[in-house]
Nanobody, 128 residues
């Protein structure tokens, strides 16, 4: 069982930045692949970014490429999502997720059902 707690959400202006963090209860974060998803009310939960456990390969949704960066700090059992140049359409509840699965392909990385552990979510609001 892995407990995840997100932080860092809030209100930002369009063009601004936020940094989300996700603290994991496990001390072996390195064995998990990490990801951030986001969800608007009434919509599906979509992948924002994922980071493999072995080679550190990152997957990004096309809508955030070049603006968002996912990173992990295994020593502190934390994963981050740096969000720059925020747009109003980035507003959503952001969820951290982990899986022991190997994210061999983008199809796997983008599939929420591959991730058994989820945080409670943190709200991101972007004012235009």
């Amino acid at each position: 069982q892995v407990v995840l707690v997100e932080s860092g959400g809030g209100l930002a202006q369009a063009g601004g930045s936020l940094r989300l963090s996700c603290a994991a209860s496990t001390r072996t974060l390195g064995i998990y692949a990490m990801a951030w998803f986001r969800q608007d009310p009434g919509k599906e939960r979509d992948l924002v970014a994922a980071l493999t456990r072995n080679d550190g390969h990152a997957y990004y949704a096309d809508s955030v490429k070049g603006r968002f960066t996912i990173s992990r700090d295994n020593a502190n059992n934390t994963v981050h999502l740096q969000m720059n140049d925020l747009k109003p359409e980035d507003a959503a509840v952001y969820y951290c997720a982990v899986t022991s699965a190997i994210l061999r392909t983008a199809m796997v990385a983008f599939d929420p059902s591959r991730y058994p552990y989820w945080g409670q979510g943190t709200q991101v609001t972007v004012a235009s």
